[in-house]
Structures are given as structure tokens and as C-alpha cells.
């Protein structure tokens, strides 16, 4: 652009790079470097979103130029008393000084005649003139100008002028891009100024449509749209219930939407049906806002719609969208729809980019990616081919957001933007961390996934806290935030970031899980993690017992976030207070299960081995029985003692007898229960696994899922204890309230190898293998390795031969090194002493020494339980 000065025969030029004033061949003056992004396209992309708001200005009077009564401020801060209507060119010189160049507006150098080289400028000098009429005779052609011409319809409603800017829109032949978010926010409140206007806020909406048709009498295709638009936008203004107003709205739409392409032909080479364009637009409109009720929303189905466009169109991208779309509010068993839909949309996009030289709609195609890889992630199982799909799917994403955030030149959004940019970022990590779930084969690429989730997460907590005040929504991304801090072992970071999501949220239960498992981590904060833990579920406990039915009151969700929490507590309990206190406190934490699943106390108890409470309370409990508060769980290892290593810091290891072991903190509860029993094979009762006959009130299979892990975690601890029978019954109820899963064989495998019945410890980790030999059976697998690696000499055999033992251990290794790339369990110490065993069979001393290692830097900062694994079932 050029702002020329014919009088003094000065021109100012306007470079991306360079900005100077040149009189004749001569530069008289040189002006400072612009200090953000100056091109044109950077300029419009902050007007359209929003970065940079456009000046309001006064309606126009009797249909004349606006008349500025009272001082406005422009973009560079300085008052425009007293300035001509007439004349805009100080304003604009303002804008263009400021917000283009930060240069000092006031220079006696700048020139005052302007000469456009640009239709956007001189429409805007119009807009800031307030010449509306002008502007009512201006034809659009870009999303800038469509921007000034909503902002003056806008500005005008309550003007005589608002029935012709009206019936002009109605003319046109498209809707704002998406990418204009300024455009479709001007759209919301003209509509809703609109039923103001018509003075029929909160009656029929019968009488607003009649209102409406009076005020556009154009009957053009778009006009008809566009008038579904403002009604749709209008109706939460109206007397009836929004879903009433909304089908009514919906069902004019596809009569008139059906009646308009049946009359259309598929069109010739040289031409276009724009109607089927527009309709879809419109469906999509009214299927993707968020305003619009899932009731009403049933009575929009746009098969006949998509069928119809498809077959009268040509690479009608927004055809392919709806279909996409419709395809996705199908459900998961749209999957294989899903795919072949957003790949031909993608074809579309490219080609249109190729046609064009740039993407026609930026932000419509990264919303299309975004919830189409959202529907993606609730197929962890998806096939590898998918998953390829799904990765190159992501990193177009990023490149197209790294696109969109040139364009604006600038880190400075407005708040509806700066939102709109967090959700992105916070989705597109989620869509790292389902990629660092799904697969890594290797360590190093989990590494890098996990960086690219937190960091991706950090982009969006940077434009959450430029936000105040924030929204409750925002609690969700500082969890997220926090759980891949923790990933990377960065947990000073992850507890401040759980805290800001508590601040926002005080009453979410997750998080509160979350805080303590991380002030577990250090034995100075342990203990308020403990009195943390334990006022929450008295409060939890009070509140949910006087609700009329907890078990329709809370979601499947909910009811596991709460049994997370009580686990945690008992967890901290054992902890600070001793097993015992632990064991003593199980009855609160089952009293809570049968609040939650609506269960008779009586139904569902555990069998035997919780003492009753003493009247003299826990210290007394203590005092009695010699308890001395124990430190957290250990983790479970048995091995056979032949042979002690110490860790040299060279990471090498020695081979000694009589030593004193480095790893001695990761001391074996198995050994101990073990020892305790008497050292020999303790057999359990045959009619022990059956437990108790529990009759349960109808639940679904997540709800019994969730019961299943409470009697699961009940049982460890009764095997902790070294109540064989009690631990073996819990796994049996737990068996019974849901069914025999991987869980409860790999339970089952862990007493047996106490008991020293090897045979059946191995057949249940088979069992549970063969139901589920991926990465996600922590249990077996560890369970498995001890079994194969330390065998006691004096009980019997489980292998046929040497060989047979081999592949054993092979398949062991295998195992574990799958457990080092799993994202839910790579950092469990568990793993790594497990592994050092296999090299030390091996012979690898050097591996070895580098697995113990991590073995002992993991425990130094163990919780007491391990975070909470995604619900395995969806409801």
C-alpha cells in the first residue's frame, strides 16, 4: 500500500522490511523498523480475528454520515475530538502508523492525501467516515470488506438505513469464512439486536419470523439461509423452550434445503452449483454450534442433504465436510466412513490450495482436522495403518497452526481468540499423549512424544493465563499440563500446576487424587498428602451419603475419580499409620463403594480379616500393637539371595557375597510375607477363589469394573499381610462381581508364587498373558519374571528343560522391554529391578547396572500408588 502526498510530492512507502519517507531521489528521513509483522495479510488477519478490534463508531443520523459528537480513540490511543467526519485520514493514518509500524503518528512528515492501492484501504477510510452509504454501494470482494460491511449493518440496525444494508447482504452469494471469527461474532449480534429491535424479545418466535420477512424481502437462495441463520441465532431470545424452536427452525431448513436441489442438475465444466455450497454451509452452521440442543438436534439428519450435494456438485468442499461431519455424529461405527470421508476432504483441500495458492478457509480446514482426529482417539486399538494415518494427520495439523499464527504476526489476541488458540494447542496435545499411548517402540521416540505433549500443552497454558478471569474449562489443561510434567519427572512443575487447576476447580475430586499422589513423592509433604486425602473423603463421605441416590447422582466418571481418591487415602493410611490401620479402614472405603453403586451394605463385605475399630482410636491401635507407621508400599520382588551387588558410580556391577545391598529400599514384601508363613509352599483352600455370594443390584460392566479394582486393591493388602485366604477370597469376589479378566489371574499368579505353589503361579500369569499380553499387564509381567528367575532350589521345577527356560527369559526380557516404552508404566521402579535381574542372567553387567540405576533414582520418588490408568471400558 501507498500513501501519497501529491501536494508536497512525497510518498510514503510501506515495506514489509523497510519503512522511509523518499522525496524525489532523496531520503530525507529514515523511521524506525517495525517491531511486529507489517504485511497486508498479517494486517487483515488481525482485523478478521480479532487481535485488533475495529473502531466502533456512531449510527448514522437520517441516513447521513455518522457525526462524531464525543471523542473516540483510535488504535494509537489518541483522542479524535473534534475531527471532521468528513476526513478520515488522520484515523487511518493512525491505524496505519500504530498498528502496522509503531511509528509516531503526530511526524509532521507523514502526508494527509491518501491515494489506495488497495479496495480494502479506501472501504475502510469509508467505515471510519461513517459514509455508509458508500459502503451500501461498494461490492465485496474480500473477507476484509465483508468484515466493514457487517460492522456498518451492525452499527445501523437502529438506524433507517438497517432494511437496505439488510436486503443488500441478502444478495450476496456467500457466507464470512470461518477464519473471520470477527464476522461470525458481528452475525451473533446482529441477530440477537435484531428481536431486540422488533421489540419481540421473549415472545414467539412466529412473530420475530414475520418481523424478519418484512425487514429482508430478497428471495434469493442465500437470503432465504441466511434468515434460517439469524432465526437459529435468535431463538434463545424467544418465549419457547429452545429445543421447540430449534426443530421448527430445522425442519423449514431441510424442506426448503430438499425442494432447492432436487430442482439442480449436476453442473457443466464451465459451472458451479453455489446453492449446494450454501446449504451446506448451512447444516454445517447449525450441526457444529455449540448452542445447539441434543434434542433438537435429532430432527437434523442431513443424509438426504449430503446424498443430494454430492451427486449435483463437483469437489464441493463443504459437501465433504457435512458428510464428514454426519459421519462422526454417527458414532464408532462410522469409523471406516469417518476415514474415507476426511481423506477425500483433505484431497479437496490440497487441490484447492494448489488452484488458489493458499488454503480458501484456514481455520475451517484445522477445525476439520481437530475433531476429526478427536474422533480418532477413542479407538486406542486402531490398526497400524491407522495409526500411520493418524500421525501424518497430526503433523499437518501443527504445520497448518504454525501456518494460521504467521498469518497473524502477532502474540498479543484478543480474549475470544487467545480461547480459541488455547483449546487448539490443549486438543493437539491430547492428540500427542494418545500417540504416546497408543504406540512407542522405542524409548527414545517416547521420549519424544512426551516432550511434544508437554510442550504443546505449555503453548496453551501461556494463553490460559493471559485470560482473567478464567473459566472453570481451563482446571482440565492444568491437569493435563501437570500429568505430562510428571512424565518428564518434572514435579515441582506438575504440583504447581495442579494447583492452579484446584484453584479453578476446588471440588474436582481428580485433582485432588493427583496433588496427593504428588506430595506422596516426598516424605516431607506425605503427610499432607495424608491429611489431604483423609478430609476429603470425611467430606465425601458426609455429602455423598445424604444425597437420595448416589448411584444415579454421579457419573461412571465420577464414581472412579472417588474410588481413585479412597485408594489413595488408604494408600497414605498404610503409609503414616501402619497396614494394619489400613486394613482396619477398608470398611469405610467399601461403605463408599456400596453409596456409589446403590448396593445394600449387607451385600458386600469383606469376608473376613478387618478387625473391628477400636473405641480408643488409631494411636491406641498403635500403642497396642507395636505398629510402627510404615513407609510406602514396596514394590514386589523376590529373589533368592545367592548373590548381593552393590552399584559402583560408573554404573558398572560387582558381584559380591556378604554385601550389604544398595537397592535395600526396594526390599521385598513377598520375601517378608513369605518368611512369615513359615517359608513352605502354603496351599490355599481350593473353595477360597469362589468368595462370598454377593447379590448385586444391576450394574453396568464399567461400574462392576470399578468394584473389581477396590476388591483387587484389598486383596494386595491382605497379601501384605500375609492373610493368604482373606487376599485369595477378595479375588474371588472380585471374580464374581464382574468376571475372571488378566487382573485377577496375574493376582492370583503373585499369591501362589508366595505360597510357593509354582505351577499354579504359573498358570494363572499364563492365563492372564493370554488375555492380554500387551504392555498394560504390569502385574503379570513382573510377576512372570520373578516366577522364572527366582526359583528356590528346594521346591519344584516349572521348566522341562535348560531350553525351556531360556525361551523363558527371552520372552521375560521381551516383556520388559515393552513395559520401558508404555506410557502408563515406564516409570515403575518394578521394571527396571526386574530387567537388571534378566541382564544380570545374561551376563550384561553393564546394562544391568544402567537398569538398577534407574531402578533406585525411580524409587527416591515413588508415591504411594501408581496414577490412576484411564477407565479401561467406556460406558
Known amino acids: 500500500?501507498?500513501?501519497?502526498?501529491?501536494?508536497?510530492?512525497?510518498?510514503?512507502?510501506?515495506?514489509?522490511?523497510?519503512?522511509?519517507?523518499?522525496?524525489?531521489?532523496?531520503?530525507?528521513?529514515?523511521?524506525?523498523?517495525?517491531?511486529?509483522?507489517?504485511?497486508?495479510?498479517?494486517?487483515?488477519?488481525?482485523?478478521l480475528t480479532g487481535v485488533n478490534p475495529l473502531p466502533t463508531l456512531p449510527p448514522t443520523v437520517n441516513g447521513n454520515k455518522s457525526l462524531v459528537t464525543s471523542p473516540t480513540t483510535t488504535h494509537s490511543g489518541i483522542s479524535s475530538n473534534n475531527r471532521s467526519p468528513h476526513d478520515a485520514t488522520p484515523q487511518y493514518r493512525d491505524l496505519v502508523t500504530m498498528v502496522r509500524y509503531e511509528i509516531d503518528p503526530t511526524s509532521a512528515d507523514l502526508p494527509n492525501h491518501l491515494v489506495y492501492s488497495n479496495p480494502d484501504d479506501e472501504m475502510y477510510v469509508s467505515y471510519l467516515n461513517g459514509d455508509h452509504k458508500k459502503i451500501l454501494s461498494s461490492k465485496i470482494n474480500s473477507e476484509f470488506q465483508y468484515l466493514l460491511f457487517l460492522k456498518t449493518v451492525y452499527t445501523s440496525?437502529?438506524?433507517?438505513?438497517?432494511?437496505?444494508?439488510?436486503?443488500?447482504?441478502?444478495s450476496f452469494t456467500k457466507f464470512p469464512k470461518q477464519t473471520s471469527l470477527e464476522s461470525w461474532r458481528l452475525i451473533e449480534l446482529i441477530s440477537s439486536q435484531l428481536i431486540k429491535e422488533s421489540g419481540n424479545e421473549g415472545q414467539p418466535l412466529d412473530k420475530f419470523t414475520g418481523y424478519l420477512k418484512s425487514k429482508i424481502k430478497t428471495d434469493t437462495v442465500f437470503a432465504k439461509l441466511l434468515k434460517f441463520i439469524i432465526l437459529f441465532k435468535a431463538a434463545p431470545h424467544s418465549?419457547?423452550?429452545?429445543?421447540?424452536?430449534?426443530?421448527?427452525?430445522?425442519?423449514?431448513?431441510?424442506?426448503?434445503?430438499?425442494s432447492v436441489l432436487q430442482s439442480l442438475k449436476f453442473p457443466k465444466a464451465a459451472e458451479s452449483n453455489v446453492e449446494v455450497s450454501l446449504i451446506s454451509q448451512t447444516a454445517l452452521f447449525f450441526t457444529t454450534s455449540a448452542s445447539t440442543n441434543l434434542k433438537s438436534a435429532e430432527k437434523l439428519d442431513c443424509t438426504s442433504i449430503i446424498e443430494n450435494g454430492l451427486y449435483k456438485s463437483y469437489q464441493d468442499t463443504p459437501t465433504m465436510k457435512l458428510w464428514l461431519v454426519h459421519a462422526i455424529q454417527g458414532g464408532p461405527s462410522k469409523l471406516k466412513t469417518v476415514v474415507a470421508a476426511f481423506k477425500v476432504y483433505s484431497d479437496y483441500v490440497k487441490d484447492d490450495k494448489i488452484l488458489h495458492g493458499e488454503y480458501s478457509d484456514l481455520w475451517d480446514v484445522i477445525n476439520s482436522f481437530t475433531f476429526t482426529l478427536k474422533y480418532l482417539t477413542q479407538f486406542p486399538d486402531m490398526t497400524q495403518e491407522l495409526f500411520d494415518k493418524f500421525k501424518k494427520w497430526l503433523a499437518e495439523l501443527v504445520v497448518l497452526t504454525e501456518l494460521y499464527l504467521s498469518k497473524l504476526g502477532s502474540n498479543n489476541y484478543g480474549v475470544p481468540l487467545t480461547k480459541h488458540l488455547a483449546r487448539l494447542w490443549f486438543e493437539i496435545g491430547l492428540f500427542h499423549k494418545f500417540t504416546s499411548i497408543k504406540s512407542t517402540p522405542t524409548v527414545a521416540i517416547l521420549q519424544e512424544r512426551l516432550t511434544s505433549t508437554a510442550t504443546t500443552f505449555e503453548k496453551s497454558i501461556q494463553l490460559v493465563d493471559k485470560l482473567t478471569p478464567k473459566d472453570l474449562t481451563y482446571a482440565e489443561y492444568y491437569y493435563e499440563y501437570a500429568l505430562s510434567l510428571i512424565k518428564l519427572n518434572k514435579k515441582a512443575s506438575a504440583v504447581k500446576n495442579i494447583r492452579s487447576a484446584m484453584r479453578l476447580d476446588p471440588n474436582c475430586v481428580k485433582y485432588l487424587n493427583l496433588a496427593c499422589l504428588l506430595y506422596s513423592t516426598s516424605e516431607d509433604q506425605r503427610e499432607r498428602a495424608y491429611t489431604i486425602s483423609r478430609d476429603v473423603m470425611a467430606h465425601l463421605q458426609e455429602y455423598i451419603g445424604q444425597a437420595a441416590d448416589p448411584s444415579k447422582e454421579y457419573t461412571v466418571s465420577e464414581k472412579y475419580d472417588i474410588l481413585q481418591l479412597g485408594m489413595t487415602w488408604i494408600a497414605l493410611i498404610e503409609s503414616e499409620l501402619g497396614l494394619r490401620t489400613a486394613l482396619q479402614s477398608l470398611d469405610e472405603l467399601f461403605a463408599l463403594v456400596h453409596l456409589l453403586m446403590g448396593m445394600k451394605t449387607e451385600e458386600a463385605t469383606i469376608t473376613q480379616g478387618v478387625p473391628n475399630r477400636t473405641p480408643a482410636g488409631i494411636d491406641v491401635l498403635i500403642e497396642e500393637e507395636n505398629i510402627s507407621p510404615a513407609h510406602r508400599p514396596s514394590i514386589v520382588i523376590n529373589r533368592d539371595g545367592k548373590e548381593n551387588f552393590e552399584l559402583s558410580r560408573n554404573t558398572s556391577v560387582k558381584s559380591k557375597n556378604q554385601v550389604t545391598r544398595v537397592l535395600s529400599r526396594v526390599a521385598s514384601t513377598t520375601k517378608k510375607a513369605a518368611n512369615k508363613a513359615g517359608g513352605g509352599a502354603r496351599k490355599l483352600k481350593n473353595d477360597a477363589r469362589d468368595g462370598g455370594k454377593n447379590k448385586l443390584k444391576k450394574l453396568d460392566d464399567v461400574e462392576k469394573k470399578l468394584i473389581q479394582d477396590v476388591w483387587l486393591f484389598a486383596s494386595k493388602l491382605f497379601e501384605k499381610d500375609t492373610n493368604f485366604e482373606d487376599a485369595k477370597i477378595c479375588i474371588g469376589d472380585a471374580e464374581q462381581v464382574y468376571k475372571k479378566t488378566y487382573q485377577t489371574h496375574a493376582r492370583l499368579g503373585q499369591l501362589y508364587t508366595i505360597c510357593g505353589d509354582l505351577k499354579q503361579a504359573l498358570q494363572e500369569f499364563e492365563l492372564s498373558l493370554d488375555l492380554n499380553e500387551t504392555a498394560d499387564n504390569f502385574e503379570a509381567i513382573i510377576g512372570f519374571t520373578n516366577l522364572i528367575l527366582n526359583q528356590n532350589a528346594n521346591t519344584e521345577t516349572i521348566f522341562f528343560s535348560d531350553q525351556d527356560k531360556e525361551s523363558a527369559v527371552a520372552r521375560a526380557k521381551n516383556y520388559l522391554y515393552c513395559l520401558t516404552t508404555s506410557y502408563h508404566w515406564f516409570q515403575h521402579s518394578e521394571i527396571y529391578l526386574c530387567l537388571g535381574s534378566v541382564l544380570e542372567w545374561y551376563g550384561d553387567e553393564e546394562a544391568m547396572g544402567a537398569a538398577l540405576w534407574r531402578c533406585v533414582s525411580l524409587e527416591e520418588s515413588r508415591a504411594v500408588r501408581a496414577l490412576p490408568v484411564p477407565l479401561p471400558l467406556s460406558k
Do not use: C
Request: hydrophobic share 35%; net charge neutral; charged share 10%.
Open 1 to 47: 500500500m501507498i500513501i501519497n502526498n501529491t501536494n508536497q510530492n512525497s510518498t510514503l512507502v510501506i515495506n514489509p522490511t523497510k519503512l522511509a519517507i523518499q522525496k524525489g531521489n532523496k531520503m530525507s528521513a529514515s523511521l524506525p523498523s517495525p517491531q511486529i509483522p507489517v504485511t497486508e495479510d498479517q494486517i487483515r488477519y488481525q482485523l
Open 157 to 170: 440496525l437502529s438506524t433507517d438505513l438497517s432494511g437496505s444494508f439488510l436486503n443488500t447482504w441478502a
Open 239 to 258: 418465549l419457547e423452550p429452545l429445543s421447540h424452536s430449534q426443530e421448527s427452525i430445522f425442519t423449514m431448513f431441510k424442506q426448503y434445503s430438499q
